[in-house]
Nanobody, 115 residues
Framework: QVQFVESGGGLVQPGGSLRLSCTAS????????MSWYRQTPGKERELVAT????????NYADSVKGRFTISRDNAKNTVYLQMNNLKAEDTAVYYC????????WGQGTQVTVAS
């Protein structure tokens, strides 16, 4: 079945960096756009970034533009999110998913930005 396994989260100080990874399985990864989302308690899940099938185009939420970079490796069925200059408001559980694929969410990876 379709699965998304996120990793790479952790505790980081403001201004620091993290690189998240998400490995997908159960579908033809290379033909789907992939997205990163995040969610904090009591709030709706927010779309953070999306990348096209070949990785030649991407778009970002205004709140992360210029700080986050999404990329993918189709040979490894993996999508990445490089997060730089992290802020306290980036604290959330981060998830990946193919936005047009009907599938369950993964377990996510917790990112906590705090001093």
């Amino acid at each position: 079945q379709v699965q998304f396994v996120e990793s790479g989260g952790g505790l980081v100080q403001p201004g620091g960096s993290l690189r998240l990874s998400c490995t997908a399985s159960g579908f033809t990864f290379s033909i789907y756009y992939m997205s990163w989302y995040r969610q904090t308690p009591g709030k709706e899940r927010e779309l953070v970034a999306t990348i096209t099938t070949y990785g030649d185009n991407s778009n970002y939420a205004d709140s992360v533009k210029g700080r986050f970079t999404i990329s993918r490796d189709n040979a490894k069925n993996t999508v990445y999110l490089q997060m730089n200059n992290l802020k306290a408001e980036d604290t959330a559980v981060y998830y990946c998913k193919a936005p047009t694929l009907i599938a369950s969410w993964g377990q996510g990876t917790q990112v906590t930005v705090a001093s």
